[in-house]
């Protein structure tokens, strides 16, 4: 069965695309970019604006039955390589619990030009406990 989550973006109906999809114990999060809530500027700071991509993607994560400790991958997409350890750190605030495959991409650009960074994220629903297991 799939199921699809709305989060009520401006683009989700004019680009066709659902904020979530649930498919069995996966979730896939679609690429989330820092849209303010409605009247509301978009905030100018890298780590404030990857804060709103987290809160965005939490509130789906919860609609579809997960949270941010189920994640188990991210993608996030920079427009500003200087701005990546900003970024960086508010990803580790965000998913240091669930310690998620990660990649970070520096892309010429995002739809709305004041936008620094858009991420995606994969959650899975164990049937078990999920333990990190230390390198080497």
Do not use: N
């Amino acid at each position: 069965m799939v199921e699809r989550f709305r989060s009520g973006s401006p683009y989700e109906a004019t680009i066709g695309f659902s904020r979530a999809v649930r498919v069995g114990d996966r979730i896939l999060v679609s690429g989330t970019a820092p849209v303010p809530p409605t009247g509301e500027a978009v905030a100018a700071g890298a780590g404030d604006q990857m804060r709103r991509c987290g809160e965005i993607i939490a509130a789906a994560l919860t609609e579809a039955g997960a949270s941010l400790e189920q994640v188990v991958r991210t993608r996030m997409f920079i427009t500003d390589p200087a701005d990546a350890d900003e970024i960086g750190a508010v990803h580790a605030e965000l998913f240091s619990e669930a310690a998620p495959a990660a990649t970070m991409v520096v892309v010429a650009a995002l739809l709305d030009p004041k936008w620094k960074v858009e991420m995606e994220v994969e959650a899975l629903l164990p049937e078990r406990p999920s333990s990190l297991v230390p390198g080497p």
